[in-house]
T-cell receptor, first 117, second 114 residues
Framework: GAVVSQHPSWVICKSGTSVKIECRSL??????MFWYRQFPKQSLMLMAT?????????EQGVEKDKFLINHASLTLSTLTVTSAHPEDSSFYIC?????????????FGSGTQLSVL | AQSVAQPEDQVNVAEGNPLTVKCTYS??????LFWYVQYPNRGLQFLLK??????LVKGSYGFEAEFNKSQTSFHLKKPSALVSDSALYFC????????????FGQGTELSVKP
């Protein structure tokens, strides 16, 4: 089946530094990818929709300048957490669906645990 | 507002016993409901969905879910639990007012003991 690969699986960084997370669709082209954030014991919250070749669409309350999204190719979207602070520590998950299939068949990456010291 | 709730953070079941993971929803219009499972260090995997039709939906790994409109519930069930079913389970509903995006519950950790 379709696979979405996310890297790294975990990262520890110092406060003030930037961290890049990659999301790749391995066997299908994804014009749209989605980025979620998950706090312990809480729901996955959609942060933004990444659109290939155009600007990402951010959900209300998500800082665009804080969470930079780039979808430069049909198989890769990146999320960069800029000037990270401890409150940005969270589990970040990406997802995508093959062309022609909608929300019913989302494939998820394995997630990235970000810890900001 | 569209929402979905999973009232139990954790469910403990003995192997071989039936299991139920609860989910209730609030949505305007017809609900599109989903269950996903997340195994440790893995991405979420689709289990099953309800769009229309029979209230009892069968999915992967022997799981099924029952749509109950009057109770606005979509509980996940399995007649006989396996230790390998231990994982984190998420219920989700399609937000019909926001372009069809998925809204997830907070997740329920299922632990099946031998």
């Amino acid at each position: 089946g379709a696979v979405v690969s996310q890297h790294p699986s975990w990262v520890i960084c110092k406060s003030g530094t930037s961290v890049k997370i990659e999301c790749r669709s391995l066997d299908f082209q994804a014009t749209t990818m989605f980025w979620y954030r998950q706090f312990p014991k809480q729901s996955l919250m959609l942060m933004a929709t990444s659109n290939e070749g155009s600007k990402a669409t951010y959900e209300q309350g998500v800082e665009k300048d804080k969470f930079l999204i780039n979808h430069a190719s049909l198989t890769l979207s990146t999320l960069t957490v800029t000037s990270a602070h401890p409150e940005d520590s969270s589990f970040y998950i990406c997802s995508a669906h093959p062309p022609g299939q909608g929300w019913e068949k989302l494939f998820f990456g394995s997630g990235t645990q970000l810890s900001v010291l | 507002a569209q929402s979905v709730a999973q009232p139990e953070d954790q469910v403990n079941v003995a192997e071989g016993n039936p299991l139920t993971v609860k989910c209730t929803y609030s949505v305007s219009g017809n609900p599109y409901l989903f269950w996903y499972v997340q195994y440790p260090n893995r991405g979420l995997q689709f289990l099953l969905k309800y769009i229309t039709g029979d209230n009892l939906v069968k999915g992967s790994y022997g799981f099924e879910a029952e749509f109950n409109k009057s109770q606005t519930s979509f509980h996940l069930k399995k007649p006989s639990a396996l230790v390998s079913d231990s994982a984190l389970y998420f219920c989700a509903v399609r937000d019909n007012n926001q372009g069809g995006k998925l809204i997830f519950g907070q997740g329920t950790e299922l632990s099946v003991k031998p």
